[in-house]
């Protein structure tokens, strides 16, 4: 019967997991003295039995790598606040970005927010450890931050009425793109 296979097969497969997590039945002494290492890629789990490693990546992921540059920004005996001062500054800027705008100074509030953005992108290129402002690599926050605080700055500056900045040909592209 097929559904009595299903059942036998995932019996199996959730045995052959708990073997391989250790929470199956324990090994005799003289059978974990019998095991070896067969094969290059085989290494001994922390209680020593060896434990083949596979490509396959686990089922839950149990930590994560720190990205390129995560590391503190001050020294480890200076307080928390002052070991994140790159994120900080960068969210004090956009904070204040938002209270501008909300005080109906939307204009500089927004052209401070990109800013914002941008001087977090060159803190991510130039000071090798940034701390919580590192979440991907390098080259993803530098691009990330940098395209996103120069676009928010551009269109602060193009926003209607009396616009900054005028680009000539965004005026034709809008009347042919409508008309």
Known sequence: MPADDTRAGSRERAAGQERAEGRGRAEAPEQAEELTVRDPVSAPDAEGRPRRATRRFPLFTRDTARPEGGGRAATADA???ARQW???LVVGLVGIGLLLSALD????????????????AVLRWLMPDVGMLAVRSRFTDIATYGVL?????????M???DPLLEIPFL???????VS
């Open 105 to 120: 100074v939307f204009r500089w509030g927004l052209v401070l927010i990109g800013a914002a953005l941008l001087c977090g």
């Open 159 to 161: 926003a209607q009425p």
């Open 86 to 88: 790159p994120i900080l």
């Open 149 to 157: 605080g120069l676009s928010i700055a551009l269109l602060a500056l």
């Open 171 to 177: 005026k034709d592209t809008l009347h042919f793109t």
């Open 79 to 81: 307080p928390a606040p």
